[in-house]
């Protein structure tokens, strides 16, 4: 019941015509996944050329971040409006590498969240813990946190339409997947949060994607788990060939 997601954030790579060059390889071996949702997010100046490219094809375009403001003296930064109008549909969250590089916090979460949702944009949530939580046996606190704090003043009709991502920060670039067990078990305890927050039925529709290190050798594994909707892919969404072996992880 919940349609699965695969989202590929290209992060600080891919110029102008690289991008185009990618599209153009990804689209004819992900023309047949009709029952997966297909996300790519290049970085911000790409999107408007990505936009005609998409077009006519089941991918859609996300951007990396947003901010909550609609215009101002905010140099720097582009608004849910401007995404939209430049070809996004969707818009990665509080990744951990802009919590680890740039200040992004819970509360800044909650407020681009919020914009992003105002603004009809799909945030793609992320939360995650790191190893050193994780050692700690601090992982649940950690997500629960991370859930309740940017999801803050948020109703449950708001969040409709909202995608999470379970991204443990130890697995992201570094080859290290956390295995189905512990993947499973940290979505199922996600699900329960958002249970708790927003009732069981909105739980139940709330698709929830792992990420880190997914591969089309892992993919099927991951996916085979009851909690687990979808990915966020970082590194092997750079290849036409990799990224289309996740998507096409059904056959
Ligand atoms: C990511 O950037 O969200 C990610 C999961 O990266 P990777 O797949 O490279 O671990």
């Known amino acids: 019941m919940r349609k699965p997601v695969i989202a590929g954030n290209w992060k600080l790579f891919k110029t102008k015509s690289e991008a185009l060059e990618l599209i153009e390889a990804l689209a004819p071996q992900v023309k047949g996944a009709a029952g997966v949702e297909i996300i790519v997010a290049p970085v911000f100046t790409v999107l408007p050329s990505l936009h005609g490219a998409v077009s006519g094809t089941n991918i859609a375009l996300a951007a990396q971040d947003v901010f909550w403001e609609e215009e101002g003296a905010f140099t720097g930064e582009v608004s849910p409006g401007m995404l939209l109008d430049a070809g996004a549909s969707h818009v990665i969250i509080g990744h951990s590498e802009r919590r680890q590089y740039?200040?992004?916090?819970?509360?800044?979460?909650?407020?681009?969240?919020?914009?992003?949702?105002?603004?009809?944009?799909?945030?793609?949530?992320?939360?995650?813990?790191?190893?050193?939580?994780?050692?700690?046996?601090?992982?649940?606190?950690?997500?629960?946190?991370?859930?309740?704090?940017?999801?803050?003043?948020?109703?449950?009709?708001?969040?409709?339409?909202?995608?999470?991502?379970?991204?443990?920060?130890?697995?992201?670039?570094?080859?290290?997947?956390?295995?189905?067990?512990?993947?499973?078990?940290?979505?199922?305890?996600?699900?329960?949060?958002?249970?708790?927050?927003?009732?069981?039925?909105?739980?139940?529709?709330?698709?929830?994607?792992?990420?880190?290190?997914?591969?089309?050798?892992?993919?099927?594994?991951?996916?085979?788990?009851?909690?687990?909707?979808?990915?966020?892919?970082?590194?092997?969404?750079?290849?036409?060939?990799?990224?289309?072996?996740?998507?096409?992880?059904?056959?």
């Open 102 to 251: 740039f200040g992004e916090t819970d509360a800044t979460v909650n407020k681009k969240t919020k914009a992003a949702l105002k603004g009809a944009l799909v945030p793609i949530v992320c939360i995650g813990e790191t190893l050193q939580a994780r050692e700690a046996g601090d992982t649940f606190k950690v997500l629960e946190t991370q859930l309740k704090e940017g999801l803050t003043e948020i109703t449950a009709a708001q969040f409709a339409p909202v995608i999470v991502a379970y991204e443990p920060v130890w697995a992201i670039g570094t080859g290290k997947t956390a295995s189905d067990e512990q993947a499973q078990e940290a979505h199922a305890f996600i699900r329960g949060v958002l249970a708790g927050l927003y009732g069981q039925e909105t739980a139940d529709k709330t698709r929830i994607l792992y990420g880190g290190s997914v591969k089309p050798e892992n993919v099927k594994g991951l996916m085979s788990c009851a909690d687990i909707d979808g990915a966020l892919v970082g590194g092997a969404s750079l290849k036409a060939d990799s990224f289309a072996g996740i998507v096409n992880f059904q056959q």
